[in-house]
């Protein structure tokens, strides 16, 4: 019996005489960057992170957590809510901090609520008031027919 011939070779594959790739070195020397990119770098990456470790506003926080309790005060407190949200707007002019999004939803919903939950609530306060007089009145038979 005679041996099987070898697969022919494939056209992509290496030569066998090939030498294997030598691996990437880096260069011993840094790269100078001039003076005025040196500074560029430094001050993005200081701005960087500023950004990452900037502090939220205080006031924007208490202004909006004001808004979410006047939903239970029954719009009692959203005045203070907004007012201190549009505070909070003033304070971050100057600063560095976040909570801006936070300061415009309290000035957005405290005004929305001053307006609507008292209107809300003298709507059923108003169907439930004439309720009860409907019920007390048949009660002792004053419209009675």
């Given amino acids: 019996m005679t041996a099987p011939e070898p697969p022919p070779a494939l056209p992509y594959a290496p030569a ?5 790739p ?49 939903v239970l005060t029954f719009g009692i407190l959203a005045p203070v809510g907004a007012i ?4 909070s707007l003033r304070q971050l002019k100057g600063r560095e901090q976040t909570g801006r999004g936070m300061a415009r939803a ?10 609507f939950l008292p209107c809300l609530t003298l709507l059923f306060g108003m169907g439930t008031i004439l309720a009860l007089i409907k ?11």
Avoid: C, M, Y
């Avoid at 019920?135 to 009675?144: K, P, S, T, W």
């Fill in 22 to 70: 030598t691996p990437f070195t880096p260069p011993s020397q840094e790269v100078a960057l001039p003076g005025s990119r040196i500074a560029e770098v430094a001050r993005t990456s200081t701005d960087a992170l500023r950004r990452t470790t900037a502090k939220h506003n205080v006031l924007a926080i208490v202004a909006l957590l004001t808004v979410a309790l006047s």
């Fill in 106 to 115: 309290a000035v957005i919903l405290g005004w929305t609520f001053t307006f």
């Fill in 16 to 20: 066998a005489s090939s030498p294997p």
């Fill in 135 to 145: 019920a007390g009145a048949d009660v002792i038979g004053l419209f009675a027919g």
């Fill in 84 to 87: 201190l949200g549009h505070l």
